[in-house]
């Protein structure tokens, strides 16, 4: 009996603006809803008794997760039928999601958010491959990026928000459950309209380089318990730490072993000999430094302004006019077919604008709506890079290498830069802070404490000293941030270097001709 193959998603019945409603609902539905929200872990941790570590490491998962799938999840869509697959994926999500609400053990939230973005990534597909022949029916993969990534990172922000604030109506646990019941509601949707047919010819797993991914994984889950736990450990005092890092580098030395040696590696590492890759590795680097800016920005608004997190909830929402900003000019660019250099630099003009208005309004006291246009900044500056270095990095990367080319890559984007920088912002904050006080230490004196009004208590002297290791940091991201805009300046991306200059040659070498030729027939007159 021939086997039939479909390339959609749903029964033929199913008509096509039921396919279109179905194929947004499923992809909402996988985009809003996570184990652990950011904005609330504190809420979290204070109920479950766990330390926020253990959920910032959970947090750091997820993100693992959706990158280990990506080098084998065409292979795993053509093992299984469409049906299996989204319908597995999403009870695996509402049950992961229970589990993480439920226990009072650090590492199972860990595992368990392990799990959950491997789920994630793997239903995801199901939505992607039809979204992206809906939003660029010619495959133009960066149209496909100009409207994505807006619409990904918007609801990112989005679910943050409702979520923080649902949870402050009814609690973080009841919104876990809620979400659970949305997942397991979705499945039984998919098992009524989605089909039961391959994608393709079914491919075996056996060219899957197993003891590679899981060198890969342990490397990327040691380096989000540095991350998670470095501050809390005192970084290189403590030997859970420096053990961690020791199974990094010996994981990460074993994987390049193996993929140099292996026949199917999952890993290629020719995609470092492109130009392009390494150019956009270097702007990730800064990329993720402004993105680690956002810490700063959560000090003082915690510590100083004495906001909540649902407040900074509020702030963070309004990232969304300049993501939506962000994507508008992004389509309109990569429509007209325009070099990325200028929208490159917009981006990051737009986050180095951000970080000089943080600078400025480092006070004790600051109205909220002052808030409002760095935010929009931040949420310009971070969706114009994500499409456009994106867009860059991969322009001349080979079409069949393409989803293992995107593993390392997105995560050293999402998680290892950003990771990195948020814990170096941290550490530097914490010394800076202390440097400070030392420099407010005359102020100490308790006659002068108690004699000199114009002596604040010692809580004003911490206020301070925080405010003022803010500025210093946030004044050594700015100097950064204008090496990297000159770079971009200077760089030429792949244009024509002097070309207004070769156009001005070319015609005046014409002038000369046409003067030459005038000369030779008045002489001959």
């Not at 899981?214 to 540095?226: K, S």
């Not at 290498?401 to 050293?412: D, G, K, N």
Request: proline share 3%; hydrophobic share 55%; aromatic share 14%.
């Amino acid at each position: 009996m021939k086997q039939e193959y479909n390339r959609g998603l749903f029964h033929k019945w199913v008509p096509g603006l039921g396919q279109l409603g179905l194929i947004i609902l499923f992809e909402s539905i996988m985009l809003l809803i996570n184990p652990i929200n950011p904005g609330n872990i504190g809420q979290m941790s204070s109920s479950t008794g766990i330390i926020t570590e253990y959920y910032l490491w959970g947090n750091y998962a997820i993100i693992i997760g959706l990158s280990l799938v990506l080098p084998f999840v065409l292979r795993v869509k053509m093992r299984f039928h469409s049906k299996e697959l989204l319908v597995t994926a999403l009870v695996a999500m509402a049950l992961l999601n229970v589990v993480v609400a439920t226990t009072s053990i650090g590492e199972v939230i860990v595992v368990a958010c392990l799990l959950f973005g491997i789920a994630k990534m793997l239903g995801m597909l199901e939505m992607l491959l039809p979204i992206q022949g809906i939003l660029s029916p010619d495959g133009n993969r960066n149209r496909f990026y100009a409207v994505f990534y807006p619409i990904s990172i918007g609801a990112s922000q989005l679910s943050v928000f409702f979520t923080s604030k649902f949870a402050l109506d009814i609690g973080w646990q009841a919104v876990t459950f809620y979400g659970s019941a949305t997942l397991l509601l979705a499945a039984l949707i998919a098992i009524i309209f989605v089909h039961n047919q391959r994608f393709a010819r079914k491919m075996p797993f056996y060219r899957i380089d197993w003891f590679g991914l899981l060198c890969f994984g342990t490397a990327l889950m040691g380096t989000a318990y540095v991350f998670a736990f470095g501050k809390q450990q005192d970084w290189f005092n403590s030997a859970s730490i420096i053990w961690a890092c020791v199974i990094i580098i010996v994981s990460i030395f074993i994987l390049i072993i193996r993929q140099l040696n292996t026949r199917h590696p999952f890993l290629s590492f020719k995609l470092y000999g492109i130009r392009e890759v390494r150019v956009g590795i270097l702007l990730l680097i800064g990329q993720g430094m402004f993105m680690g800016v956002s810490s700063v920005m959560s000090i003082y608004t915690a510590a100083i302004l004495g906001y909540n997190w649902m407040t900074n909830a509020e702030i963070n929402l309004m990232t969304l006019p300049g993501i939506v900003m962000s994507g508008f000019v992004a389509y309109y660019w990569t429509k007209q077919g325009l070099h990325l250099k200028m929208y490159i630099f917009s981006g990051f003009a737009a986050y180095f604008l951000y970080a000089v208005m943080l600078y400025f309004m480092m006070v004790p006291e600051l109205d909220i709506s002052r808030l409002y246009l760095p935010q929009v900044l931040n949420g310009y500056g971070m969706c114009a890079l994500f499409i456009s270095v994106w867009i860059y990095t991969f322009y001349k990367v080979p079409q069949n290498t393409m989803l293992p080319s995107v593993a390392p890559i997105m995560i050293f984007r999402s998680f290892v830069m950003l990771g990195f920088f948020t814990a170096l912002f941290g550490w530097l904050q914490y010394k800076l802070q202390w440097q400070s006080i030392g420099d407010l230490a005359i102020y100490f004196d308790p006659l002068n404490m108690n004699n000199n009004l114009n002596i604040g208590s010692l809580r004003d002297i911490q206020m301070s000293a925080i405010l003022a290791s803010n500025k210093t940091l946030l004044g050594y991201v700015i100097i950064a941030g204008l090496g990297i805009l000159s770079m971009i300046l200077f760089y030429q991306f792949g244009q024509e270097k002097y070309k207004l200059v070769r156009f001005e040659a070319r015609r005046a070498k014409k002038q000369n001709e046409l003067a030459g030729q005038v000369r030779d027939i008045a002489g001959s007159i």
